[in-house]
């Protein structure tokens, strides 16, 4: 008995055919979706990275504030506007000052207080939004104290705001 080999009726030939666009249909209504998802997904992540960046710079400069070579001559940290505004000093004379004005962190190198020009973004309000910015003090018995540095920021695009939170001590401080 020998069979003959043949292939698809034009009826299955159709279902197939009508099978196969339904779901091409499914998957490109998705795809839209999916890429829209990533691409916020990549926002959010580049946000928190970029506002823990800044967070590590803050602590960084705290951690090495107070450290001169001889005799600092001022204090090694100073506070203004409730914690918006840092100064911080290390090796004699090396002043650096960290501010929040309009929805961005800037630095400026031998700042005299939180006032004046020339100070210098740390990012770009186009996009990335610093909603707020302190640092605070918490005092530790027997311990040197604890400095939190906290950032909020808001992406230009949708999604929630992210707090980056940060605690270095001061042991010269």
């Given at each position: 008995m020998s069979v003959m080999p043949r292939g698809f009726t034009l009826p299955e030939l159709l279902i197939a055919m009508a099978l196969a666009s339904l779901i091409g249909l499914g998957v490109a209504r998705v795809l839209p979706g999916l890429y829209l998802a990533t691409l916020n997904e990549v926002q959010r992540q580049w946000q928190q990275e970029d506002l823990w960046r800044l967070a590590f710079t803050l602590g960084k400069a705290i951690q090495r504030a107070g450290y001169c070579q001889r005799q600092c001559s001022g204090p090694g940290l100073w506070l203004a506007e409730q914690g918006r505004c840092l100064r911080v000093q290390w090796q004699g004379s090396d002043v650096q000052g960290f501010r929040l004005r309009n929805d961005s962190l800037e630095t400026l190198s031998g700042a005299a207080d939180c006032a004046g020009s020339h100070w210098e973004k740390m990012t770009e309000p186009g996009r990335l939004k610093i909603v707020d910015f302190q640092v605070r003090r918490v005092v530790r018995s027997e311990l040197a104290p604890l400095w939190v540095v906290e950032i909020t920021g808001?992406?230009?695009?949708?999604?929630?705001?992210?707090?980056?939170?940060?605690?270095?001590?001061?042991?010269?401080?």
């Open positions: 808001q992406a230009a695009g949708p999604g929630e705001p992210f707090v980056a939170r940060y605690a270095v001590s001061g042991f010269n401080l």
